[in-house]
């Protein structure tokens, strides 16, 4: 079982629809992540959240925007969003230097 | 580059036999972690070792490091159909506290 709660498990949107991603932990952990993972490829981090704030961007666009409005939840915005985003979406988080805790992810689907 | 290249790319065994997967790096490392994977689900973390350490055990889960050829490697002992997925090793390298993935082992266990 994980501790990390990822909502909703899978979604199909169209690319002028707008939806969000859900992620929370009760972990007390201070450093939440988005990762975002295609088929039989490693994950590839997106945003890094450190004590609610965003302190790293890894060059996404702005069809994606990440939220985290307190230490247990995060969320990741979709709008407009193209085929080639079709992926698995996951949300970590852990203690600095240390483990990852992964959610199940949100396997997204966009047409 | 700060990614872990991971050997092979895909094993396949029988179930009791041993597997051996192999993860090299270039970069000063504070920590090496492995995660397994089953399909479409999220990571879960299975042995992290640090740079001042050179084997650690959980389990059938054996993992060494050696920082002077900057190589990790995960056994699996006494393989069992439920061990098949994909494995990931990630680095942490000095002075970052993100975690960057390798490309992965697709492991499969024949019953």
């Known amino acids: 079982d994980t501790e990390v709660t990822q909502t909703p498990k899978h979604l199909v949107m169209g690319m002028t629809n707008k939806k969000s991603l859900k992620c929370e932990q009760h972990?007390?952990?201070?450093?939440m992540y988005w990762y975002k993972q295609k088929a039989k490829k490693p994950p590839e981090l997106m945003f890094v959240?450190?004590?609610?704030?965003?302190?790293i961007n890894e060059s996404v666009p702005s069809r994606f925007s990440p939220e985290c409005p307190n230490s247990s939840l995060l969320n990741l915005h979709l709008h407009a969003l193209q085929p080639e985003d079709s992926a698995l979406y996951l949300c970590?988080?852990?203690?600095?230097?240390?483990?990852?805790?992964f959610g199940s992810g949100t396997q997204l689907s966009v047409l | 580059s700060q990614q872990g290249e991971e050997d092979p790319q895909a094993l396949s065994i029988q179930e009791g036999e041993n597997a051996t997967m192999n993860c090299s790096y270039k970069?000063?490392?504070?920590?090496l972690q492995w995660y397994r994977q089953n399909s479409g689900r999220g990571l879960v973390h299975l042995i992290l070792i640090r740079s001042n350490e050179r084997e650690k055990h959980s389990g059938r889960l054996r993992v060494t490091l050696d920082t002077s050829k900057k190589s990790s490697s995960l056994l699996i002992t006494a393989s069992r159909a439920a061990d098949t997925a994909s494995y990931f090793c990630?680095?942490?390298?000095?002075?970052?506290?993100?975690?960057?993935f390798g490309r992965g082992t697709s492991l499969i266990v024949h019953p």
């Open positions: 970069t000063s490392i504070n920590n």
């Open positions: 970590a988080t852990g203690a600095t230097n240390e483990k990852l805790f």
């Open positions: 972990m007390g952990h201070r450093a």
């Open positions: 959240y450190s004590y609610e704030k965003l302190s």
């Open positions: 990630a680095l942490l390298p000095g002075g970052s506290y993100i975690p960057t």
